[in-house]
Structure formats: C-alpha cells, structure tokens
T-cell receptor, first 113, second 111 residues
Framework: DQQVKQNSPSLSVQEGRISILNCDYT??????FLWYKKYPAEGPTFLIS?????DKNEDGRFTVFLNKSAKHLSLHIVPSQPGDSAVYFC????????????FGTGTKLQVIP | DGGITQSPKYLFRKEGQNVTLSCEQN?????MYWYRQDPGQGLRLIYY???????QKGDIAEGYSVSREKKESFPLTVTSAQKNPTAFYLC??????????FGDGTRLSIL
C-alpha cells in the first residue's frame, strides 16, 4: 500500500522555466512533509519541508505548497537550472519522536539548457 | 566534517553468502535507519534504531539483520535468506524531529 505517491516518474523542463513536482498521500495522520533531492550514486539530501499547519513554505528558488483537503503537495522550482536535474522524493511522517518517514517513488527531473 | 559514511560503495555477493554493509556516523545522532532503493519503488525501510542496543523492524526486514552496539555504528547484514538482495542500500541518521541525513549508499550485486 503506497501511502505517498508520485505519479509522474519523470519531468523535462527548459532552463529558466518553472518545474512543478507533485505528490499525493493517503494517510491523513501525516503532519510533516519533506522533499529530498538525489543525484545518481549518492544519498538523498534534504531540500525543503512543510508542517501541516502551513500551506506554503519558501526557500530561495524552492517553494512547497500543501493542500490538506486534497492530500496533495507540490514542489515548485523557479527558475529551473541544469543543476536541478536529479530525482526528487516526496516524504511524509508524523511529528514527534523518531517515527519512520514514508517516501514516494520519486520523480526524475531533467532541466534542459 | 560531520556526516554518514557507508562502505563499501560497491559490493558483490555470491549466492548463499551473508554480507555486512557498514554505516558510521559522527553527527551524534540517536536514531539510525537502513533503506533499500529499487527502481520505481522509492526508499523502503528495512530496520531502524532509536537508541543504542535497541532496534525495530521496518517494512521489509525479512532476510536482514542489524546491530546497534555503539551510537556511531549501525551495520546491516544481508543474509542468504534474502531472496532478492540486489539493490542500492542507504543508511540515514537523525536527531529528534530533524530531517534525516543520508550516506552515499552501497550498491549490492549478486554474482
């Protein structure tokens, strides 16, 4: 049972344009969401997060939007750069303690120069 | 420079052999995790440990074993009972509610 879903396995975007990566979750108990970026043969690195008490969090070129009623979040990258080309994982967890993080299947972003 | 070190980067195993993947962290994190990544399946949790001498099974623990004798170390043994061990293995650590830090992974292949 995939509780965190990224339905687009891949996405191609022109350099300078906006990249929008989507993520859906099924467990309404999740209250903290994260995005990780992963290059080939490396471990994921944390990118940005959002608590369920917010609907938007921004960090430079990266913005995460959360729609709790739709159980949907998205990551916007503006402007996209070739160095952003990587696999992006959406993840969700319950806050408090060391509860496990549930990851999506990832979306491979290619930014075309 | 704090971080998580996984070794080796590439590992080959013969059928029927056990193999141990190393994970060491110098971040002073209490919690450590092992994930497996397969194409199209994201990261799946194998085992996690919240404190020394304690660990719990994750979603796909069958065929794996771990130990947590030291805070810095969380080795994963892939046993011969694991029928499909070829994968990319990732170790992570965290403190309280902070995002997990990941190592660079070990790719295990069966000869």
């Amino acid at each position: 049972d995939q509780q965190v879903k990224q339905n687009s396995p891949s996405l191609s975007v022109q350099e300078g344009r906006i990249s929008i990566l989507n993520c859906d979750y099924t467990n309404s108990m999740f209250d903290y969401f994260l995005w990780y970026k992963k290059y080939p043969a490396e471990g994921p690195t944390f990118l940005i997060s959002i608590s369920s008490i917010k609907d938007k969090n921004e960090d430079g070129r990266f913005t995460v939007f959360l729609n709790k009623s739709a159980k949907h979040l998205s990551l916007h990258i503006v402007p996209s750069q070739p160095g952003d080309s990587a696999v992006y994982f959406c993840a969700a967890k319950f806050t408090g303690g060391y509860q496990k993080v549930t990851f999506g299947t990832g979306t491979k972003l290619q930014v075309i120069p | 420079d704090g971080g998580i070190t996984q070794s080796p980067k590439y590992l080959f195993r013969k059928e029927g052999q056990n193999v141990t993947l190393s994970c060491e962290q110098n971040l002073n994190h209490d919690a450590m995790y092992w994930y497996r990544q397969d194409p199209g399946q994201g990261l799946r949790l194998i085992y996690y440990s919240q404190i020394v001498n304690d660990f719990q099974k994750g979603d796909i623990a069958e065929g794996y074993s771990v130990s947590r004798e030291k805070k810095e170390s969380f080795p994963l043994t892939v046993t011969s009972a694991q029928k499909n061990p070829t994968a990319f293995y990732l170790c992570a650590s965290t403190d309280s509610n902070q995002p997990q830090h990941f190592g660079d992974g070990t790719r295990l292949s069966i000869l």
